[in-house]
T-cell receptor
Framework: DQQVKQNSPSLSVQEGRISILNCDYT??????FLWYKKYPAEGPTFLIS?????DKNEDGRFTVFLNKSAKHLSLHIVPSQPGDSAVYFC??????????????FGKGTHLIIQP | DAGVIQSPRHEVTEMGQEVTLRCKPISGHDYLFWYRQTMMRGLELLIYFNNNVPIDDSGMPEDRFSAKMPNASFSTLKIQPSEPRDSAVYFC???????????FGSGTRLTVV
């Protein structure tokens, strides 16, 4: 049973517009959430994180929103750029960074930015 | 720092053969993780180590899979005997245990024919 779900396998967005990637989770014990970005033939790289005591975290063009009551988080990218085309993984953990438990990942969403 | 180094990058082997994947974590990182990525299941945690000691191997698919970490700078994931359904990309990641998550290696793409 998938504890972290990314229901959109792919998403196509026009350059300059907002990209919104969604993630749902089922385990109420999760307290830390991370987004990873993955290019082909490379490992995932950390993008942004949020802990459950916050509902928003912003880093440049990237903002993550957390709705704990709905067990839902989203990643907003504004404005979208061609270099943002990649697979984005949502991940969750009971501990900061997942260090002591391991991160639980979703299946990923392939974001395609069209010129 | 060169990051997490995995070898080989690609491995093609015949069913029944033994396969060994290697990983060198970032120096000073106390946690090492092995993940497997498939289309069907996404990224799955197989096993992780803390200070070279295996902590949780509940994600290891079956007895054909084994992992070792003989020292802080080296880990192996072995599959014996390999089967076609083991074909996947295997990632190693390390972490200092902070809130910044993991650093992944570039992965080993395993194909079992």
């Amino acid at each position: 049973d998938q504890q972290v779900k990314q229901n959109s396998p792919s998403l196509s967005v026009q350059e300059g517009r907002i990209s919104i990637l969604n993630c749902d989770y089922t385990n109420s014990m999760f307290d830390y959430f991370l987004w990873y970005k993955k290019y082909p033939a490379e490992g995932p790289t950390f993008l942004i994180s949020i802990s459950s005591i916050k509902d928003k975290n912003e880093d440049g063009r990237f903002t993550v929103f957390l709705n704990k009551s709905a067990k839902h988080l989203s990643l907003h990218i504004v404005p979208s750029q061609p270099g943002d085309s990649a697979v984005y993984f949502c991940a969750a953990s009971q501990k900061p960074g997942g260090g002591a438990d391991g991160l639980t990942f979703g299946k990923g969403t392939h974001l395609i930015i069209q010129p | 720092d060169a990051g997490v180094i995995q070898s080989p990058r690609h491995e093609v082997t015949e069913m029944g053969q033994e396969v060994t994947l290697r990983c060198k974590p970032i120096s000073g990182h106390d946690y090492l993780f092995w993940y497997r990525q498939t289309m069907m299941r996404g990224l799955e945690l197989l096993i992780y180590f803390n200070n070279n000691v295996p902590i949780d191997d509940s994600g290891m698919p079956e007895d054909r899979f084994s992992a070792k970490m003989p020292n802080a700078s080296f880990s192996t994931l072995k599959i014996q005997p390999s089967e076609p359904r083991d074909s996947a990309v295997y990632f190693c990641a390390s972490s200092p245990g902070t809130r910044y998550g993991y650093t992944f290696g570039s992965g080993t793409r395993l194909t079992v024919v």
